[in-house]
């Protein structure tokens, strides 16, 4: 007799929660997670929420220390190597069954005006925040190094591209710092999502908060939170502070990506910029001369996979109710978590990538000298020379590259003042003004770049400046990051103290 499909799946998933498919897909992974992630925030929240209830009244001295050290008494690492067994739906009831298997019933009243909601809400962004904290640190360690970068390279001259063309000459210098004023814009944002995660939503328990007279101001103090969400409902409902970090990092992930495209570019022997470190260029396999720089495309790539999760994470939040809903819980985090530890991984190894490449500073120099990309300023100095007006000036300079374009010269050494007369007459009807010397002048790419000595400018005396203030903008992020990571030591260890004293322990 043939078993009907209705019965096959009752054999194989069982009649009680949780059925196996549903535990492989969702709980066992959730549970690995939450063991590894979430235990020691977890422990955190138990003994600030004891403390509180100790504070309030709620909970007795004598109970509150037997609770205590119960939680105590948990060994950590061997909860993190433990299997999920179906036994407890989740990691928060495992814990509270060894708690009660140790002292009994009283441990339940660590639950008092608290739910897995505001707790797990809380667990969710004090993860976030250490995360985010060591990214942002990465974030400012490349920082560091792209201001070395460009102190070494405030002289090396090259050219600029505007829509993948020769644009104008300027400095390696000028680039790197275009990259890190890119970067602390990001940096900034990073800062911004942290202060939206760094809210505390212990006491709002399911949603609407408690009978019981707890003070939520406390916790938020004991675990190291800087401010409260006020609203209960938004306390468990809002989301918004994961996609707020997504956000951030996936903007960041695609503008660090942008300059990985134009490494990889650099980085050919028909463009000659630059040759990587051999610990970050791989050989062929057939090609004996190859150096492939693998380096910077595994970065390319996985900038993309950031930037993929970080969408996940927003796709997953779009049209969920505005509610406590699993879409924005365990299924969601781990994209987030992947994406900061990636990105922050990039930082590091481009960090590393960049301090080590021999730039071809020859090379650079020389195309520069070569190309026409010099000649608005042999247009800027026809109009402060000749007194002609700059779009008159224009069509002279323009006229005579078209002409040797024309012609196939298509060298800079092929302008003469002989053939700038010529176009010169064309438009103005006589000649310029212009010597030999000061043609010559105003085709150097390196006088292009000097006399560019205005606010954002390439020149090295301007980049001097520049790096003055980019250093101070370094201090104070640092200080910043070193506030914040000192916050919370602060906060972890005034917790931990009230709690030894309970229990006597040394930990």
């Not at 990309?373 to 042999?378: H, M």
Request: net charge neutral; proline share 2%; glycine share 4%.
């Amino acid at each position: 007799m043939k078993i009907s499909l209705r019965d096959q799946v009752l054999k194989k998933e069982g009649t009680s929660f949780p059925s196996k498919t549903y535990t492989s897909m969702v709980l066992q992974p959730a549970y690995d997670e939450a063991k590894h992630q979430f235990i020691d925030s977890m422990l955190e929240i138990h003994y600030a929420h004891l403390i509180m209830l100790v504070e309030q009244g709620l909970v007795g001295k004598e109970e509150a220390e037997k609770i205590a050290k119960a939680v105590s008494n948990l060994d950590q690492e061997d909860v993190k190597k433990r299997s999920y067994t179906g036994e407890f739906e989740d990691l928060f009831f495992e814990v509270e069954h060894f708690l009660i298997q140790d002292i009994g019933d009283i441990a339940g009243n660590l639950h008092i005006a608290r739910s897995r909601n505001d707790m797990g809400i809380a667990i969710y962004r004090m993860t976030l925040r250490k995360k985010l904290l060591l990214l942002i640190e990465k974030a400012l360690t490349l920082r560091e190094g792209l201001i070395e970068l460009t102190k070494e390279h405030k002289e090396t001259v090259m050219i600029g591209y505007t829509h993948t063309q020769q644009a104008q000459p300027t400095t390696l210098s000028h680039y790197l710092n275009a990259m890190t004023d890119m970067l602390t814009r990001d940096i900034y944002r990073l800062q911004a999502a942290y202060k939206t995660v760094n809210r505390s939503s212990m006491g709002a328990a399911a949603l609407t908060t408690s009978g019981f007279q707890i003070n939520r101001d406390r916790m938020k103090a004991l675990l190291g939170f800087e401010d409260m969400i006020d609203n209960a409902w938004d306390a468990v409902a809002g989301a918004d502070y994961i996609a707020e970090t997504a956000t951030a990092v996936q903007l960041s992930a695609l503008n660090l990506g942008r300059s990985m495209q134009d490494f990889l570019l650099w980085g050919t022997q028909e463009y000659g910029a630059f040759l990587l470190s051999d610990p970050y260029v791989q050989i062929s396999s057939i090609m004996p001369q190859k150096r492939n720089p693998v380096s910077i495309e595994h970065m390319r790539a996985l900038l993309s996979s950031v930037a993929g999760d970080c969408q996940t994470v927003l796709l997953m939040l779009h049209n969920t109710p505005f509610g406590d809903i699993v879409d924005t819980e365990d299924d969601m985090q781990p994209y987030i978590w992947k994406a900061i530890e990636r990105l922050g991984d990039i930082y590091e190894l481009l960090t590393s990538v960049l301090l080590t490449m021999e730039v071809n500073k020859d090379t650079l120099l020389k195309r520069a000298k070569e190309s026409f990309a010099n000649v608005t300023e042999l247009a800027d100095t026809i109009v402060r020379k000749d007194g002609l007006s700059f779009r008159q000036a224009h069509q002279v300079v323009s006229n005579m590259v078209k002409s040797l374009v024309n012609n196939g010269n298509t060298s800079l050494n092929s302008l003469t003042l002989k053939l700038l007369n010529e176009q010169f007459k064309m438009v103005a009807g006589k000649k310029s003004a212009l010597t030999e010397e000061e043609l010559k002048q105003c085709l150097s790419p390196e006088y292009f770049v000097k006399i560019r000595d205005l606010q954002g400018g390439p020149s090295p005396t301007r980049m001097e400046k520049t790096i003055r203030v980019r250093l101070q903008e370094q201090e104070e992020l640092a200080s910043w990051l070193k506030e914040r990571q000192k916050h919370l030591l602060t906060a972890a260890t005034n917790v931990k103290e009230i709690i030894t004293k309970w229990t006597g322990a040394k930990k």
